[in-house]
């Protein structure tokens, strides 16, 4: 039989002795603690622990009360996350001014194909703001002038609405380790090339400006590395001779939404796992999965020849004799 298991988040600024204080709580609960990670980034400490509490000697809210306490001692801030927490879970999606990844997650959600609610959309501009109403989500503007976001307001707001996955629907900023050690593995990204390939801004322009003949899209999990996150789905397209930037958008923008939407599905499935910044499929994924190209895109590709033919000739050879 298969366990799930309880997630515990601990992020804050980095000090001795925090592994030790938060697995010394849980062993005196009888929490066994079956993966444990941690890291370090810009004076940011995160540690994120998978533990089995079907054995443990208290209650679930009594844990929840004992971790936040000990965090308020720590000054770290600690979450619990329990298999049962939510039947239905929450999307937070992130945007700035492009719609069309948006547009898919509601029409998604409004025929009943997305398995989770969209609780809110937060933009670092207000341009997409009638999109969510028409779909009745509500939405909040953390930028300023600029398009520079409060990101302690960002944080706040996805813990007022309990967001189980957060979604950069072409949201055109990058997210500090503050926000992303919290939702480890639970912050998905488009983005507009075939990774590792052309990271960063303008990627459909680097994409023309290196003369490449097939571009494409990805949508990953983010960490704190820029576009180095990893890779859940991808979209491929053949770039047209003579394209300009606005015709690659053209043809990459809809499979941003597929490929986003793809993986959204497979994330809220339990279908997909990482290790060592690797995805896999688990074996309770579904066969019509689409990771990358169609399946049909395979019979048009030569099966022969292949390496080895020397073997082969040498092998005859000595069948001959």
């Not at 994120?48 to 443990?56: H, L, N, P, S, Y």
């Not at 939405?139 to 960002?154: N, R, W, Y």
């Not at 003949?213 to 999990?221: C, E, L, N, P, Q």
């Not at 499935?269 to 290790?275: C, K, L, R, T």
Request: proline share 5%; hydrophobic share 40%; with cysteine.
């Amino acid at each position: 039989m298969t366990r799930e298991f309880t997630e515990i988040t601990v992020v804050g600024e980095d000090d001795t002795g925090l592994i030790a204080n938060v697995t010394t709580l849980l062993f005196e609960r009888s929490i066994n603690i079956e993966d444990l990670d941690q890291a370090v980034r810009e004076g940011v400490f995160r540690m994120t622990m998978r533990v089995d509490t079907a054995d443990m000697v208290c209650t679930q809210e009594t844990l929840r009360e004992d971790l936040h306490e000990l965090g308020e001692e720590l000054g770290v801030d600690v979450q619990v996350r329990f298999p049962a927490d939510r039947d239905t879970k929450q999307i937070a999606v992130l945007v700035t001014k492009e719609s069309h990844c948006l547009e898919a997650i509601f029409e998604a959600w409004a025929s009943g194909e997305l398995g989770a609610d969209v609780s809110v959309v937060i933009g670092n501009h207000d341009d997409l703001e009638p999109l969510a109403e028409k779909y009745d989500v509500p939405f909040h503007d953390i930028g300023d002038e600029k398009g520079t976001p409060d990101e302690q307001q960002l944080l706040d707001l996805l813990g007022e609405y309990d967001a189980d996955l957060i979604v950069l629907a072409r949201y055109m900023r990058i997210l500090s380790p503050d926000v992303v050690f919290r939702y480890e593995s639970r912050i998905i990204n488009v983005h507009p090339s075939l990774l590792p390939s052309f990271p960063g801004a303008e990627a459909y322009l680097q994409a023309l400006e290196e003369g490449v003949r097939i571009a494409g899209v990805t949508a990953h999990y983010v960490t704190t590395d820029l576009d180095q996150g990893p890779i859940i789905t991808q979209r491929a397209f053949n770039v047209p001779p003579n394209a300009e930037r606005d015709d690659l958008e053209r043809l990459g923008q809809p499979l941003e939404a597929d490929a986003l939407l793809e993986a959204i599905d497979l994330h809220l499935n339990d279908n997909i796992a990482v290790h060592r910044g690797r995805t896999r499929l688990r074996e309770s994924a579904s066969d019509d999965v689409q990771l990358g190209s169609p399946p049909e895109l395979d019979e048009q590709n030569p099966d022969r020849p292949l390496d080895g033919l020397g073997e082969i000739v040498a092998e005859d050879g000595e069948a001959d004799d």
